[in-house]
């Protein structure tokens, strides 16, 4: 192979002048590796940034990883970005860039930041990728928005890709993204859940970190095959209606040798101040949200992902630690901002530049905040001072409502207004009800091994709390296993427990989460007005003796009106009188006791009276029966 690398330049000085700006958002189009044909030669143009290198070279199989066979040229313009084309080299080379720095004549070799496909771990070179797929979803991405509008039902499917099933009869591996393609949809879809969220997808060297330590940011990781297979997993769930959401971590990344830290020698990704730029949680480098070489490359990953791999959403991991400049740092461990506060104002304009960016260029995607504190507006519009998130995880519903259900039934009258608070502030943001795989690993247990009481008792509780889940305002998330009643805590290592399926208990939890996926779709109420006041209305929420909840749930229309009322106990109540503003009859439309799902199948008459007795401030009332440790629905007739 030739080693003469010749002048070529894939950037305008207006991509230049966009890149140091912070607004070059396709970043992906010009950096990295790209397969093109020069002068009638077929070869590849590579380009990186390094602004602290003296000389930059092409390493892989190609030269026999010798510096200096494939130097790179370092633009004029100050940009700090070096380039060249290579004549012969062809898809799938394995490559990584020498890089010599002016900081005391440091020698870095770095994978490509840019680079389409990496490596199976923990091998870490780059390789040479041209994408080539052609997409069937059209249909989907053309009524994209209305499936992902905020009044429509959003019922996330989450789940860690190595780990949903392997096959055991092949040494127990993890399906590929192609076997995924067929089993993951056709499960999914008989589960009736509207969207699957990936734990992150993108190449990350170290398995124990569930790929939270990104090293390929625009690479698919390569343990279960090709871009192109994932791209193929996501456009068959698209064409059987289901929605992709990517989990996507801007807040922090490892300090592998081959990863983004000292990139040039230099501190080029990370923020220079360690008390800005190191994560002590983590042990993990923080990014300079300042720079705004690094806010394009950041905001143009979040492009690549819904641009050519047709995301429809992502979920953003771990917004607190990025707004705040002491987050998990004790005094003296932080400094404050220019206005003596402890905002971190360079991450907040990013999140900004973030949302109005992605919302004004992809039609129909919803942003995603994992956000654990009380920040205000953060799924408020950028125009209005907000961060212009389209959800937020609601953290301190998913922690009260666990510490509640933990308890047993005997005690949760004593707490009625823990599993209420939740209420008043709901309608603070558009929140997202999360229980997700953090909630059921290091020493949390399982979802199910939370619930108290005896072996009927732990399953009714589990159903009772998916019932209230779905039926409280918001939109819902359920990590893997949780949707059969996984007993143990996730690993990460293993499999899902599918042989529990086997008993009726746990095939009764499964049936239980796929009607309340149903119910949510079809019933008007629990979602056309899911992040508005005017689609709650409590009934009574004061019943604390008895540890029971009524509340009603309202569409746009009053005839879709929907009744709720959750025993938290497992005394059922025969003659429960509830308040009711207007109607002749209830009808009951769900109830999580019914024998199907192993309840103990007490449930109402067909039609309910309702009677001119004025009960709980309302004109109306009507008696139901309540079952055990139950919830049940009704329309109000």
């Known amino acids: 192979m030739s080693n003469q690398v010749q002048p070529h330049s894939l950037f305008t000085e207006f991509d230049i002048h966009l890149f140091k700006a912070g607004k070059h958002y396709k970043l992906y189009e010009k950096f990295g590796a790209h397969l093109i044909e020069k002068d009638g030669v077929k070869g590849c143009y590579f380009a990186v940034w390094a602004p602290s290198a003296k000389a930059v070279s092409v390493i892989g199989d190609f030269n026999y990883w010798l ?14 970005i070096w380039e060249g084309f290579i004549p012969e080299i062809t898809q799938g080379a394995r490559y990584k860039f020498k890089i010599h720095s002016h900081h005391n004549d440091i020698k870095t070799e770095k994978a490509d930041p840019y680079a389409f496909y990496c490596e199976k ?113 996501i456009d068959k769930l698209h064409q059987a209606g289901v929605g992709v959401l990517l989990d996507w971590v801007p807040s922090h990344f490892p300090e592998d040798a081959h990863g983004l830290g000292f990139f040039d020698g230099s501190h080029l990704y990370e923020h220079p101040d360690r008390r800005r730029g190191y994560h002590p949680d983590w042990k993990s480098l923080i990014f300079n949200y300042g720079r705004n070489e690094v806010k394009s490359f950041l905001i143009s990953n979040a492009f690549f992902w819904l641009d050519k791999f047709h995301a429809d959403g992502l979920r953003v991991d771990a917004v607190a630690s990025m707004l705040y400049l002491d987050y998990s740092r004790e005094e003296g461990e932080w400094e404050p901002n220019e206005f003596g506060g402890r905002e971190n104002l360079e991450a907040i304009a990013f999140m900004k530049d973030l949302n109005e960016a992605v919302y004004s260029t992809f039609k129909g995607i919803q942003t995603i905040a994992e956000e654990s504190t009380s920040f205000p507006m953060v799924t408020k519009p950028v125009s209005l001072g907000g961060l212009g998130f389209g959800m937020k995880w609601m953290m301190g519903w998913m922690h009260d409502t666990l510490e509640y259900f933990k308890k047993d039934s005997i005690h949760r009258r004593h707490h009625q207004n823990d599993i209420t608070f939740s209420m008043t502030y709901a309608f603070t943001e558009n929140f997202m009800l999360p229980l997700s795989h953090d909630e059921v690993v290091y020493g949390k247990k399982s979802i199910l091994g939370r619930m108290p009481g005896d072996e009927w008792q732990r399953f009714a509780n589990l159903r009772l709390l998916f019932s209230y889940m779905y039926t409280h305002p918001g939109g819902k998330l359920l990590f893997m296993g949780g949707e059969f009643g996984q007993g143990e805590e996730w690993n990460f290592q293993n499999s899902l427990d599918w042989h529990l399926l086997q008993y009726p208990s746990h095939q009764g939890i499964q049936q239980l989460v796929t009607d309340l996926n149903k119910l949510y779709r079809k019933e008007p109420a629990l979602h056309e007005k899911q992040f508005s006041s005017e689609g709650f209305e409590w009934i009574n929420y004061g019943d604390a003796e008895n540890s029971v909840l009524v509340f009603m749930r309202k569409g746009h229309k009053e005839e879709n009106h929907l009744v709720i009322a959750c025993n938290m106990t497992p005394v059922p109540r025969e003659d429960y009188r509830i308040g009711l503003p207007s109607g002749k009859s209830l009808v009951q439309v769900f109830n999580s006791d019914y024998k199907k799902y192993g309840g103990s199948g007490m449930s109402n008459k067909k039609s309910i009276d309702i009677l001119d007795s004025p009960w709980n401030g309302r004109e109306k009332s009507a008696s139901v029966v309540l079952p055990p440790l139950a919830m049940v629905a009704f329309y109000i007739s």
């Not at 009869?169 to 089993?183: I, K, Q």
């Open 67 to 80: 510096e200096g066979d494939h130097p790179l040229q370092v633009r004029w313009d100050g940009s700090g």
């Open 121 to 233: 771990p923990p091998q870490t070179a780059s390789l040479t990728w041209k994408h080539d797929y052609h997409w069937k979803d059209a249909s989907w991405m053309a009524t994209r928005e209305e499936h992902n509008a905020l009044d429509r039902p959003f019922s996330v499917y989450e789940l860690h890709l190595g780990s949903w099933k392997r096959k055991v009869e092949d040494g127990g591996r993890a399906l590929n993204y192609v076997e995924l393609a067929e089993e993951l949809v056709a499960y999914v879809t008989k589960m009736q859940f509207t969207h699957v969220e990936f734990m992150p997808v993108m190449e990350y060297p170290y398995d124990p970190s569930w790929g939270y330590q990104l090293t390929g940011y625009f690479a698919p990781t390569s343990r279960f095959g090709k871009p192109e297979d994932l791209m193929l997993l």
